[in-house]
């Protein structure tokens, strides 16, 4: 079948449709298959990163821009949100490479929930079969997944998944993939504010000892240091309701790439970005004249060790 000169092949379960994008050149690409594995290319372009600065230890993604992505190639959203998780193999095959300790991916907000009934029951079995297809493979690179959210909110089936999921990676102590559904920021701090005010109405707590630790230990990414570093794609300039509490000092990284094309080179360019910002006390003006153009000074990087 063809949808606006795009090859569409039948075949997934709940879909009923595999759209194949321009980027894979005609080629079907099996969505469990194919994720990126470090090149040689790759391995030198972390061993920069991680001799140019610190890796930031906790990466949040607000992965923006999967309906857009979709729209501009004549497709129907869900293409958009399927490709999407590719980019979200290829960007925590990469963390775990670099020793990020946290990486947490706004996959799926309060708000979505408004969204039309058949794009969120999709959107539901996509993350299903992600997580059946991928959970093997994030066991045995020892990344343990969690999740935050108003988890009694996602379908039982999902919530079945999850916890056999989290349960069977729950001792790996490489990266931890924390997923955020049915999330929000407002959300995350009403809970800990009923959560506390419990404590106070039942003498565990009195109210002049509630600090912000006290706070931050009611919040669901309780033992999470906060983010360092948030990404978001799409070139939106909003949090929208994500970790609102916890990304109080993080640095902002915003690029116009949508969600489905942004894959590891683009996690170099905002951990460069990240660094660079870190560095710039210590910079000659020179310097702090590329950090006012980021995409510059990253590109810059990329082509210090690959070449033009
Ligand atoms: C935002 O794009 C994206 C989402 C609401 C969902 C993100 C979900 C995935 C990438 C797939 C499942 C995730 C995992 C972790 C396996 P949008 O739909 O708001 O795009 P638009 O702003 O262009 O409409």
Redesign the pocket.
């Known amino acids: 079948m063809t949808l606006q000169g795009k090859s569409v092949r039948f075949s997934f379960r709940f879909a009923n449709f595999t759209v194949v994008s321009t980027q894979d050149k005609g080629r079907f690409r099996p969505l469990a298959k194919g994720a990126q594995q470090a090149t040689v290319r790759d391995k030198k372009l972390q061993e920069r990163l991680r001799a140019g600065g610190e890796i930031p230890r906790h990466i949040a993604i607000i992965?923006?821009?999967?309906?857009?992505?979709a729209k501009k190639r004549g497709m129907p959203?869900i293409a958009?949100?399927s490709e999407?998780?590719e980019?979200?193999r290829d960007i925590v095959s990469a963390c775990g490479e670099l020793g990020v300790r946290y990486l947490t991916?706004y996959?799926?907000?309060t708000e979505?929930w408004k969204r039309p009934k058949e794009e969120v029951s999709l959107?539901m079995r996509?993350?299903m079969k992600?997580l059946r297809d991928e959970t093997d493979r994030l066991h045995s690179n020892n990344v343990r997944l969690r999740v935050i959210g108003d988890f009694a909110k996602l379908p039982q089936e999902v919530q079945n998944e999850l916890l056999e999921d989290i349960q069977k990676t729950k001792g790996n102590t490489g990266l931890s993939l924390v997923?955020a559904l049915s999330y929000s920021g407002r959300w995350d701090i009403a809970s800990a504010a009923r959560r506390i005010a419990q404590e106070v109405a039942e003498h565990r707590l009195a109210p002049e000892d509630i600090t912000d630790a006290t706070v931050a230990g009611f919040l669901s990414t309780e033992g999470i240091s906060d983010p360092d570093l948030l990404i978001r794609t799409?070139g939106e300039f909003r949090i929208s309701n994500f970790l609102l509490w916890q990304l109080a000092y993080s640095e902002i990284h915003i690029t116009r790439k949508?969600?489905p094309d942004f894959r590891r080179d683009d996690l170099y360019e905002a951990i460069a970005d990240y660094q660079g910002r870190e560095r710039r006390f210590g910079m000659v003006s020179d310097q702090l004249a590329s950090t006012r153009e980021p995409e510059g000074y990253v590109r810059r990087f990329i082509k210090s060790v690959t070449g033009p």
């Open positions: 992965m923006d821009g999967n309906g857009r992505w959203r958009g949100h999407g998780v980019s979200v991916l996959a799926f907000s979505n959107l996509l993350l992600a997923l799409s949508f969600w």
